[in-house]
Nanobody
Framework: QVQLVESGGGLVQPGGFLRLSCAASGSIYSIYAMGWYRQAPGKQRELVAAITSGGNTNYTDSVKGRFTISRDNAKNTVYLQMNSLKPEDTAVYYC???????????????WGQGTQVTVSS
């Protein structure tokens, strides 16, 4: 059983910053990529940023230059530093582990439960 637990969400004023964390625990052998997605009310879930085990990163255009994704492979933890936050960043942010391999040799994807980020004055 693998569990992803996010933390760090909250209410912040426009221009402010937050740092999200997501720790994966359980019977984990390796995780190819970890990423952050978000879903605003009435909208589809979208990829925000992702990072592979080798450190390659990918960002959606709207967050480039403001958000930074990083990862601690030893701790199976991914972070999202969000600066210069805007009201349109308001959403539930979800962590995802892509191509997770457990100690039984099975591969699958796994999601966290989500954390709310609200940017408002």
């Amino acid at each position: 059983q693998v569990q992803l637990v996010e933390s760090g969400g909250g209410l912040v004023q426009p221009g402010g910053f937050l740092r999200l964390s997501c720790a994966a625990s359980g019977s984990i052998y390796s995780i190819y990529a970890m990423g952050w997605y978000r879903q605003a009310p009435g909208k589809q879930r979208e990829l925000v940023a992702a990072i592979t085990s080798g450190g390659n990163t990918n960002y959606t255009d709207s967050v480039k230059g403001r958000f930074t994704i990083s990862r601690d492979n030893a701790k199976n933890t991914v972070y999202l530093q969000m600066n210069s936050l805007k009201p349109e960043d308001t959403a539930v942010y979800y962590c995802k582990a892509d191509r997770l391999r457990d100690r039984m040799g099975s591969y699958y994807d796994s999601w966290g439960q989500g954390t709310q980020v609200t940017v408002s004055s």
